[in-house]
């Protein structure tokens, strides 16, 4: 595979950005070789500069459910920028998108649009620190809240720890409000509010962890936080950037039947144009400037664009049948793998949601904490990606990312996936 344009580019890029990327993942570090650049997007595929072909699973880390340059969405797009791009006042298209998501959803009544999902989860922190004045949150190693401060904390050693930061440049005043614990640990969570009583504001998770392999979690442990943080006037913080609008319409409140007090969006929610949101009742809501005292603003938040391609998007999503035909695209998919890694005694697991799956090179039934992922087994996965970026797949670079399934992926284009996955295991295995 010609891959001369993208090292040229990328050579030029590392003199304008730290590693050549202006997101860190991008610079392949984990699976090593030359980034490709992308050049353009139809439909499942992406084309790189070389003009090298390739069916994406990658899906811009999520956001493109329904595949790439969606004439839909494009057209949302161009018409919507004819008629200028940002005004910095009140449009009609805010109102249709949030009409959209809450008409459609029973677990928040207000929302807030902002430009990303990091800002979404900042601001839910903000809202449940100041609708509880308390300080502390509690969060689990292995998700993924964005790169603001407070959420860039690792668990240290012990089960209930202050955490130790992930990034220099994190105070250790913020890192002592943020509390860290294991998934799937309910004795860990009560013995983090036994220690902490009255303190915790809020407790984060990604109700399905997609940022560090996918750690689905049990129903049980769930309904157990929501339990907890009632009992102890705490807010249940659902960060469903990537979840929300992916396994259902309602994501994974919807999925599991859990009201949380807080839900963050993002990926999804902009059609592949940066929005975040946060939502929650009326109510907690009326906590946030202007109404309230907690101060949440942004120049371009809400914008029309943005707006206009989140409409176009979240309208296809609504059709009928939309999450049900998407799923059972990704489970024929997956199955083929599975069944061919058993009759072949491969240790491969693949984990799926909706239209989510994961790839482990492990024997474990269920992978449910950071902690059960075997980081020798990355080594694997770098034979598998190159292989499959050799021949046409491409996947996020790195193991420990998800793969996703958009409902413009037809059927015949994943049975050929599946296939040079299978190819790309033999190789994998046979070294
Ligand atoms: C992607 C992601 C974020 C951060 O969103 P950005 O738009 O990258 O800032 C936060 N939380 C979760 C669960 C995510 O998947």
Known sequence: MNTKRSEELYSKAKNYFPGGVNSPVRAFRSVGGTPRFIAKGKGSKIWDADGNEFLDFCASWGPLINGHAHEDVVNAISTTAANGTSFGAPTEL???????????????????????????????????????????????????????????????????????????????????????????????????????????????????????????????????LRDICTRNGAYLLFDEVISGFRVGFTGAAGLYGIRPDIITYGKIIGGGLPVGAYGASAQLMSNISPEGGVYQAGTLSGNPVAMAAGIAQLSLCLQKDFYTNLEAKTKAFTATIRNYAAQKNYTLRIFETGSIFWIAFSNDEAIRTAEAIDPKSMEKFRVLYHYLLENGIYLGPSGYEVGFISSVHTEDELKRASEIFCAGLDRVFAS
């Open 94 to 224: 805010e109102n249709h998108l949030a009409e959209l998501i809450l008409s459609n959803n029973p677990y928040i009544e207000k929302m807030r649009f902002v430009s990303s999902g990091t800002e979404a989860v900042m601001s839910a922190i903000r809202l449940a620190r100041g609708a509880s004045g308390r300080k502390k949150i509690l969060k689990f190693e292995g998700c993924y809240h964005g790169h603001s401060d407070s959420l860039l904390v690792k668990a240290g050693s012990g089960l209930v720890t202050f955490g130790n930061t992930s990034s220099a440049g994190v105070p250790e005043e913020f890192v002592k409000e943020t509390v860290v614990v294991p998934l799937d640990n309910e004795a860990a969570v009560e013995a983090a509010f036994k220690e902490f009583p009255n303190e915790i504001a809020c407790v984060i998770i990604e109700p399905i962890p997609a940022n560090n392999g996918l750690l689905l979690q049990r129903k049980e442990f769930l309904t157990f």
